[in-house]
């Protein structure tokens, strides 16, 4: 069964923006709905990059066909890391349980996420010296609900909280 889709464009699945694009309808399938599923967590893990594209298309002069490629950019260049891309493939294969797996390891046992050593990419609001951007850096301790870590580029050294940084693929 195919049908026109009518949902938010800004968690939709590539395939679902590309027949919005062509306004072509489109059949239905599970992996649209687990893909969301992982933008739907990016957005709460991460608001303030998400923010940068409501803002990105709130700016433009009125809604057209490119929206939907602003939208798929966004995704390509920000869902990035070890456990967002195991979110993806387990979504894009349709694995209920996989997913539900990586997710249930990034919220409810964090510890199992990062170990010390790891490299892991680190979303930084920024400062007067550093802009907001994702910036590498190594775990080198972990407590119970969170991690210190060093940043590559200065050798700073901050405590992050479990659910801020994402393992390097």
Known sequence: MTSDFAGSLEHAHDDILNAVAAKEPIEYSIKYDLEM????????EHPCK??????????????????????????NENIAGFMWVKMVRAAREADYSGLKG???AMFFHPKSLFKVNDDVDVFWLGNDVHPADWYTAKVIAVSKDSYTI???????????HSLVASTSP
């Open 150 to 160: 060093r940043y590559t580029e200065d050798n700073t050294e901050v405590n992050a």
């Open 50 to 75: 998400y923010a940068t594209l409501l803002r990105t298309l709130a700016a433009r002069e009125s809604e057209s066909s490119s929206d939907t490629e602003v939208i798929k950019r966004f995704w």
């Open 102 to 104: 990586v997710i249930s």
């Open 37 to 44: 599923i992982v933008r739907c967590v990016f957005h709460v």
